[in-house]
């Protein structure tokens, strides 16, 4: 018998980091943009805080849904929206929020609608639990995001939950407030479950961080303080739940994690300290700068990017133009321009060939240094 594993693979940006590194120690400088974490470190404030946890002694396992202090801070958070603490369920990342709420929702065969391009791993936890991803090739015309026209259009006997990101992982583009609550607006006609992943929602360029917590109770929303509080490999993060779900949340999270971290969830309380708000919205700023340099630097290159990215740290550019597949292209600039960034392979199979991932995650000297390698490599002899 096939075991559920089968189905997933590893990731392609794994292997251009692999080459990339190899390169590193052949003598090259190479520019990484396939990476999608910040390039900002973790605040001292915030290291600080877990260094003192765990010299307090804060080293075992404390209440599987988060000590209390860190599910308080999280739910006033949301403020002005009155968030009840109980809500809140501490997970390691996203990545733990997201097996909670699938783990929650999913009866065998159950089907779930994605949009594709998108990050991969959500597919995969749908499979790991028993449900059958649904992948809608979501285009510019969609704003690369599901639509409720298109939810309704797909939603047959097997489906039960639809999954959005917003802003998404390759694409940045949001999904529109007003769409956003059509697509709970049709999902709750049908009975099912809407989750919505926030976690680059901190990290948005154009308009204020909206949760779609501020005018709704019956979604599931995960976030984390990987993105915005530069915490990756702290593995923290959150699901935010209707009450009804509490106590089997509680059961799920205390058989597959008995607690997050505990040092991890003091540092992250000591991150949403009002405090250290200056200092990650300065963090927001230079991203988005960054975003403003990369995008029209890209278009003057020949890239394909019909939508500007609304946030997180990624522009999905098509490379169709070019004349060179996603992944030829990865391949090349790697090899001849030693800039590093990841085929859209990884994100799905809707003209996935046709582009490429490019992470802002460097600083704006390393991109204009990438954007140069790249135009001597288009204008090079063999291009
Ligand atoms: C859209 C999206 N969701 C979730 C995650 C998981 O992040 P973490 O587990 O670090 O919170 C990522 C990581 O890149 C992501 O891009």
């Known amino acids: 018998m096939r075991s559920r594993v089968d ?53 075992r396992y404390v209440q599987a849904l ?21 809500r809140v369920a501490v997970a390691p990342g996203s990545s733990g929020a997201l097996q909670l709420v699938m783990g929650l929702l999913l009866r065998e065969g159950d089907e779930v609608l994605l949009a594709d391009p998108g990050y991969p791993c959500n597919a995969n936890f749908v499979r790991l639990y028993g449900g059958v991803p649904r992948l809608l090739p979501s285009g510019p015309d969609s704003g690369y995001q599901l639509t409720a026209q298109r939810v309704a259009d797909a939603w047959g006997p097997k489906t039960r939950v639809v999954m959005v990101a917003t802003p998404a992982n390759p694409t940045g583009a949001l999904i529109a407030p007003e769409e956003l609550e059509a697509i709970a607006d049709t999902v709750a006609a049908r009975g099912g479950y809407l989750i919505v992943d926030e976690i680059y929602q901190g990290l948005v360029y154009d308009r204020a961080p909206l949760s779609m917590l501020a005018s709704r109770d019956e979604v599931f929303v995960v976030n984390s303080f990987s993105k915005y509080h530069g915490m990756t490999g702290w593995r923290i993060g959150w699901l935010v739940m ?8 509680t059961r799920l999270a205390q058989n597959l994690f008995i607690s997050t971290s505990t040092p991890a969830q003091f540092a992250a309380l000591r991150a949403l300290g009002p405090d250290l708000r200056v200092e990650f919205e300065r963090r927001r700023k230079v991203f988005h700068q960054r975003r403003d340099f990369l995008v029209p630097a890209l278009r003057g290159l020949g890239f394909g990017v019909p939508l500007l990215p609304a946030g997180a740290f990624y522009v999905y550019a098509d490379v169709s133009g070019l004349g060179y597949t996603g992944e030829q292209l990865a391949h090349e600039l790697l090899e001849e321009a ?15 060939a046709e582009h490429v991932r490019f992470s802002y995650a460097a600083s704006l000297e390393a991109l204009s240094e990438a954007v140069a390698r790249m135009g001597r490599f288009f204008a090079g002899p063999a291009h």
Not at 8 to 19: A, G, P
Not at 67 to 80: G, N, T, V
Not at 242 to 249: G, K, N, V
């Open 7 to 59: 189905s997933i693979r590893s990731f392609r940006v794994m292997d251009v980091l692999e080459r990339a590194l190899a390169r590193e120690a052949a003598g090259h400088s190479v520019i990484h943009l396939e990476i999608g974490e910040p390039d900002f470190a973790t605040p001292d404030e915030v290291i600080a805080a877990g260094i003192s946890a765990l010299r307090a002694d804060h080293t």
């Open 242 to 249: 209707p009450h009804q779900y509490r106590e089997a949340i």
């Open 338 to 352: 030693d800039v590093a960034i990841t085929p859209g392979a990884d994100f799905g199979s809707y003209r996935a």
């Open 66 to 86: 988060g000590i209390p202090a860190l599910r308080e801070a999280i739910a006033a958070s949301y403020a002005p929206a009155d968030l009840d603490p109980e």
